[in-house]
């Protein structure tokens, strides 16, 4: 009879020929995807599922994708872009009821796990899978996120998803490449910004420059860059906005001037903003709003008040019902478009690639491509707001669990035979290799060339969009990484269905860094770069990383009220908001908001969940709230 030590040895080989078996041949020795060999196995179309926000009307299709046909080569699997989808306007989980109902699952899903999909068996749960078929992606989360592995999904010790924005911050690239030489990588990542990420306005600057005639148009910021290198404090904050009136009266000036030189675009009218994107409120209320108020990282539910000690309800707060009265204000005076509140999110990007919007916030950043392809006289460029960061009221986190950017693979539609050939893939995407693949394109694809052991692009659109920041879309035709301005940039493959996989921005094999623009001649497109208010203005956090958040999101999986009430928070609560927004005068407004408050308390989020909340943090994350309670490092 063979000892149980034998048959754990058996079963370690075992497990190591299989994972032998998905790994390209001669992936040690290779330099380039295109060195690796065809596979030769079965072939897989996958179909994903992205369940993050509310939908996207931009389905970016890569029309020169260079990187989605190689890793059918080497991997037998082709993302099926046309039949894949998002939440389509939905929540998720209004987007999950009617999948079940239906029983239309993809392959894949993306930020998609919920307690609904484990208790119903839909999900394969790969604890046991990952450390076989992702080798790279588990060692690197040993490091970066050993709370994720040991507890698991909910505390469940079972991994439901990989695991995909591990090594995505400047410390965890140190962690992966110790000699990194961290100064060359500053060319490519500059500190965050005062107000977190995407902490700053997009303006149109021929509007700006007529209301501030000192403002700088975006040329003449290139124009300067190229000049010096880099900006002084004054420069980045050359537009005076030092407090929520200020903004305020920006938005109001903007609308004088627009209406004084009867600015339109090709006979529409044209508005200083809009209020609503076609989804939730979410850019709005948790981007436009938190920067005018300097509070950071803060939506508009849960959030631990530093002052009180207490975790509190943002929509409960007195202050930021004026906010929103402030934004209806906007729209019964004109500052911003009625028409966005009934819009869907492609005419909003219509309306705003056509300069209808002269300023935009969070995520919608304007095409600078399409606009220049239109003939536009003018450009977007960063204003910043110079107020300083509220920590007083609201606690910045850093977070050691990875518990978003997970994909998860369905059992209806894939067999437990072919979970290899995905988790293979999806690790490959962790290797040096892979990096290259979506950062550069294999060989094959002819864009670039490699002399002396050094890449350099021969496609001049590529090399400009992908090193010097020229807004031209190359990234996108040819469906490749970007590393930009900060580390928040991913890798995205392919463009559409979105999901981000391996080290954002191809890591240190991002062409930014290996083309050492510390010792590049400097060119105007990569101004932005470094026009940026992180580099004079900290953004405080905590003292030390959290396993857990005050956000609302980190509660729903523990107290069964919060879960309820954010089952319907995208189908209930924010069409009441956006009901706010829309109201004609201070008697709507006041029964609007009313109206939403009822329908919380109503669906679950009282102040009884509240103190279950507290107790949670108190109780099962101690070592948490005492950091919360410490407030911020300086």
């Given at each position: 009879?063979?000892?149980?030590?034998?048959?754990?040895?058996?079963?370690?080989?075992?497990?190591?020929?299989?994972?032998?078996?998905?790994?390209?041949?001669?992936?040690?020795?290779?330099?380039?995807?295109?060195?690796?060999?065809?596979?030769?196995?079965?072939?897989?179309?996958?179909?994903?599922?992205?369940?993050?926000?509310?939908?996207?009307?931009?389905?970016?299709?890569?029309?020169?994708?260079?990187?989605?046909?190689?890793?059918?080569?080497?991997?037998?699997?082709?993302?099926?872009?046309?039949?894949s989808f998002d939440n389509g306007g939905m929540d998720i989980t209004s987007k999950l009821a009617v999948l079940a109902a239906t029983n239309e699952f993809p392959e894949l899903g993306y930020n998609v796990i919920n307690d609904d999909l484990i208790q119903a068996g839909k999900l394969w749960d790969l604890t046991d899978l990952i450390p076989v078929y992702c080798p790279n992606i588990y060692a690197q989360?040993?490091k970066d996120a050993p709370g994720t592995l040991a507890k698991g999904y909910n505390n469940t010790g079972r991994l439901y998803g990989v695991h995909m924005n591990v090594g995505n911050n400047a410390t965890d690239i140190q962690k992966m490449y110790p000699d990194a030489d961290m100064v060359r990588y500053a060319s490519i990542a500059v500190p965050q910004d005062r107000h977190g990420d995407l902490s700053?306005?997009?303006?149109?600057?021929?509007?700006?420059?007529?209301?501030?005639?000192?403002?700088?148009?975006?040329?003449?910021?290139?124009?300067?860059?190229?000049?010096?290198?880099?900006?002084?404090?004054?420069?980045?904050?050359?537009?005076?906005?030092?407090?929520?009136?200020?903004?305020?009266?920006?938005?109001?000036?903007?609308?004088?001037?627009?209406?004084?030189?009867?600015?339109?675009?090709?006979?529409?009218?044209?508005?200083?903003?809009?209020?609503?994107?076609?989804?939730?409120?979410?850019?709005?209320?948790?981007?436009?709003?938190?920067?005018?108020?300097?509070?950071?990282?803060?939506?508009?539910?849960?959030?631990?008040?530093?002052?009180?000690?207490?975790?509190?309800?943002?929509?409960?707060?007195?202050?930021f019902k004026e906010d929103v009265r402030t934004f209806s204000q906007f729209v019964r005076d004109g500052v911003a478009s009625e028409s966005c509140l009934i819009e869907n999110n492609e005419i909003f990007w219509d309306r705003l690639n056509n300069g209808e919007y002269a300023v935009s916030y969070a995520w919608n950043i304007p095409d600078a491509a399409k606009l220049q392809a239109a003939g536009k006289?003018?450009?977007?460029?960063?204003?910043?707001?110079?107020?300083?960061?509220?920590?007083?009221?609201?606690?910045?986190?850093?977070?050691?669990?990875?518990?978003?950017?997970?994909?998860?693979?369905?059992?209806?539609?894939?067999?437990?035979?072919?979970?290899?050939?995905?988790?293979?893939?999806?690790?490959?995407?962790?290797?040096?290799?892979?990096?290259?693949?979506?950062?550069?394109?294999?060989?094959?694809?002819?864009?670039?060339?490699?002399?002396?052991?050094?890449?350099?692009?021969?496609?001049?659109?590529?090399?400009?969009?992908?090193?010097?920041?020229?807004?031209?879309?190359?990234?996108?035709?040819?469906?490749?990484?970007?590393?930009?301005?900060?580390?928040?940039?991913?890798?995205?493959?392919?463009?559409?269905?979105?999901?981000?996989?391996?080290?954002?921005?191809?890591?240190?094999?991002?062409?930014?860094?290996?083309?050492?623009?510390?010792?590049?001649?400097?060119?105007?497109?990569?101004?932005?770069?470094?026009?940026?208010?992180?580099?004079?203005?900290?953004?405080?956090?905590?003292?030390?990383?959290?396993?857990?958040?005050?956000?609302?999101?980190?509660?729903?999986?523990?107290?069964?009220?919060?879960?309820?009430?954010?089952?319907?928070?995208?189908?209930?609560?924010?069409?009441?908001?956006?009901?706010?927004?829309?109201?004609?005068?201070?008697?709507?407004?006041?029964?609007?908001?009313?109206?939403?408050?009822?329908?919380?308390?109503?669906?679950?989020?009282?102040?009884?969940?509240?103190?279950?909340?507290?107790?949670?943090?108190?109780?099962?994350?101690?070592?948490?709230?005492?950091?919360?309670?410490?407030?911020?490092?300086?």
């Amino acid at each position: 009879m063979r000892t149980r030590k034998t048959l754990a040895l058996t079963l370690v080989l075992a497990l190591i020929l299989s994972m032998l078996a998905f790994l390209p041949a001669n992936a040690a020795d290779a330099n380039d995807s295109s060195d690796l060999p065809d596979w030769t196995g079965k072939q897989l179309t996958l179909c994903v599922w992205n369940g993050h926000g509310t939908g996207d009307a931009r389905r970016i299709m890569a029309p020169n994708d260079v990187v989605s046909p190689e890793i059918e080569r080497l991997f037998g699997i082709k993302l099926d872009g046309e039949n894949s989808f998002d939440n389509g306007g939905m929540d998720i989980t209004s987007k999950l009821a009617v999948l079940a109902a239906t029983n239309e699952f993809p392959e894949l899903g993306y930020n998609v796990i919920n307690d609904d999909l484990i208790q119903a068996g839909k999900l394969w749960d790969l604890t046991d899978l990952i450390p076989v078929y992702c080798p790279n992606i588990y060692a690197q989360m040993l490091k970066d996120a050993p709370g994720t592995l040991a507890k698991g999904y909910n505390n469940t010790g079972r991994l439901y998803g990989v695991h995909m924005n591990v090594g995505n911050n400047a410390t965890d690239i140190q962690k992966m490449y110790p000699d990194a030489d961290m100064v060359r990588y500053a060319s490519i990542a500059v500190p965050q910004d005062r107000h977190g990420d995407l902490s700053c306005i997009w303006v149109r600057d021929d509007i700006l420059k007529l209301m501030y005639p000192e403002a700088k148009t975006q040329q003449e910021i290139e124009d300067l860059y190229v000049q010096n290198g880099a900006f002084t404090r004054e420069e980045i904050y050359d537009v005076p906005l030092t407090s929520r009136q200020d903004v305020v009266d920006f938005f109001y000036l903007m609308k004088q001037v627009i209406d004084e030189n009867n600015i339109t675009e090709d006979g529409k009218p044209v508005y200083p903003t809009y209020v609503n994107d076609g989804g939730d409120n979410w850019a709005l209320m948790a981007w436009l709003r938190n920067m005018m108020d300097g509070r950071i990282s803060f939506n508009y539910f849960t959030y631990f008040d530093l002052t009180k000690q207490t975790i509190e309800l943002g929509y409960m707060q007195d202050w930021f019902k004026e906010d929103v009265r402030t934004f209806s204000q906007f729209v019964r005076d004109g500052v911003a478009s009625e028409s966005c509140l009934i819009e869907n999110n492609e005419i909003f990007w219509d309306r705003l690639n056509n300069g209808e919007y002269a300023v935009s916030y969070a995520w919608n950043i304007p095409d600078a491509a399409k606009l220049q392809a239109a003939g536009k006289p003018y450009q977007f460029r960063k204003v910043y707001f110079d107020i300083p960061q509220d920590t007083g009221a609201i606690l910045v986190q850093g977070s050691e669990v990875k518990g978003y950017d997970t994909i998860s693979i369905f059992k209806d539609k894939v067999a437990e035979e072919d979970l290899p050939q995905i988790l293979s893939w999806l690790d490959f995407m962790y290797t040096d290799l892979g990096q290259k693949l979506v950062s550069w394109g294999p060989r094959t694809a002819g864009l670039w060339e490699e002399v002396d052991g050094v890449r350099r692009f021969t496609n001049a659109e590529v090399e400009a969009n992908l090193v010097y920041n020229e807004e031209n879309g190359a990234n996108e035709r040819y469906n490749l990484a970007v590393s930009r301005t900060t580390l928040t940039d991913f890798t995205k493959c392919p463009a559409y269905p979105s999901m981000y996989v391996g080290i954002q921005g191809g890591g240190l094999n991002a062409p930014r860094f290996v083309y050492d623009l510390s010792q590049e001649e400097r060119v105007g497109s990569g101004a932005n770069t470094v026009f940026a208010s992180g580099i004079f203005d900290a953004h405080l956090k905590s003292p030390k990383p959290i396993v857990t958040s005050c956000d609302i999101w980190s509660y729903t999986n523990e107290i069964e009220s919060v879960k309820r009430f954010w089952d319907v928070r995208g189908s209930g609560f924010e069409p009441l908001l956006t009901k706010c927004l829309a109201a004609r005068n201070d008697e709507e407004f006041e029964k609007a908001y009313q109206d939403m408050i009822d329908f919380a308390e109503l669906n679950g989020m009282t102040a009884e969940a509240l103190a279950e909340c507290e107790e949670l943090m108190k109780t099962q994350y101690t070592e948490d709230w005492e950091t919360y309670m410490a407030g911020y490092a300086q």
